[in-house]
């Protein structure tokens, strides 16, 4: 009898303990502002991954290493403001890595609070055999500062440097089994004085968005996917309620897929970004974006937001979700 009441004590203060260790995870994984459920969304059965698929789009298995290295490449030009001889010579770097691929570039002049700025969207076209299109962006712009220690690792190289090892591994394949892919890289992305007034924000990507839906662009792109700020060490991507649903849905399924979903965050919130201007003509979007980057996002606009912040293997998971999110954009 002694015996039996010991074990059921032992039992209840058991599932006691199992109680308030499972109610501890769920609060500290909860971030603070601003948040609240997920919208509701359709679970999703789990998908064979890539390694299944037939298709000529590249496999999601890119080294860190290599995307890493263009982050150091972009970085070493210094502050990349819009208008700055640094941004030129990004420019022109990044054009020199799209040799032998259609390449547009959507240049105008922005009026901004501060004054005229030239603004050059750049985006290299990959063609597919169905009809349609998927965009994948990020902004290379850095934050209009005049301070000369603020290089913008993760905010924009680590965009920048995505859509390079994109780049590479799209190229000279032959036509994509899939949806043409195009790669844009976004400028004017940053505010010159204050995002949040006088729509000082989005310059390039809200003139883009414009134009593709003049001339019927718009209609075509099956799915835009984000890229902003992918590279932090301790990649915490937020679910944006901004989103798509079912985009959105999708890039956590290709988590998932590759066993990253841990890097995925459960809980929801809204952000400004560069996918607003396409939502707003229609374009189904979705941001990957980690925007708590160091304790409370206090290296976010900081000079401490260098590459000893980021890793290769951050690089890579954002790198591979990509690829996984465009092989199940294709299979939808
Ligand atoms: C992201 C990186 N953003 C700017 N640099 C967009 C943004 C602006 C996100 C304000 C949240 C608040
Ligand atoms: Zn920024």
Request: aromatic share 10%; glycine share 6%; charged share 20%.
């Amino acid at each position: 009898m002694k015996s039996r009441l010991s074990t059921l004590f032992t039992c209840s203060l058991l599932v006691m303990l199992t109680l308030i260790a499972c109610d501890k995870q769920q609060t500290s994984a909860a971030p603070a502002p601003e948040v609240k459920p997920a919208a509701e969304t359709t679970e999703l059965p789990a998908t064979q991954p890539s390694t299944a698929s037939a298709s000529n789009l590249p496999k999601p298995d890119v080294s860190g290493e290599r995307v890493m290295q263009y982050v150091k490449e972009v970085v070493a030009f210094g502050p990349r403001p819009p208008g700055s001889a640094a941004h030129e010579k990004l420019e022109q770097f990044i054009l020199s890595k799209l040799k032998g691929v259609e390449v547009e570039q959507d240049k105008f002049t922005a009026q901004t609070p501060v004054g005229k700025f030239p603004i050059n969207n750049i985006i290299a076209k990959f063609p597919g055999k169905k009809s349609g299109i998927i965009v994948v962006a990020g902004h290379y712009d850095t934050l209009y500062s005049q301070r000369k220690d603020f290089v913008g690792a993760n905010d924009a190289g680590s965009s920048t440097a995505l859509l390079l090892e994109l780049a590479d591994q799209l190229r000279g394949k032959g036509p994509l089994d899939g949806y043409s892919v195009w790669l844009l890289w976004t400028d004017g992305e940053e505010a010159f004085v204050n995002w949040f007034a006088n729509n000082d924000n989005d310059y390039g990507s809200r003139q883009l968005a414009q134009k593709w839906q003049q001339d019927g662009t718009a209609k075509t792109i099956k799915a835009f996917i984000l890229v902003d700020m992918i590279g932090d060490a301790d990649l915490d991507v937020l679910k944006d309620t901004n989103s798509t649903p079912w985009l959105t849905e999708l890039v956590y399924r290709a988590a998932s897929n590759l066993g990253y979903q841990s890097h995925f965050q459960k809980y929801s919130t809204g952000i400004e970004d560069d996918h607003l201007p396409f939502a707003k003509v229609g374009i189904p979007v979705v941001d990957i974006i980690d925007f708590d980057y160091g304790y409370d996002n206090v290296f976010w606009h900081t000079p401490q937001d260098t590459v000893d912040k980021l890793s290769p293997q951050s690089l890579a998971i954002s790198t591979d979700v990509v690829l996984e999110t465009l092989r199940l954009v294709n299979q939808r």
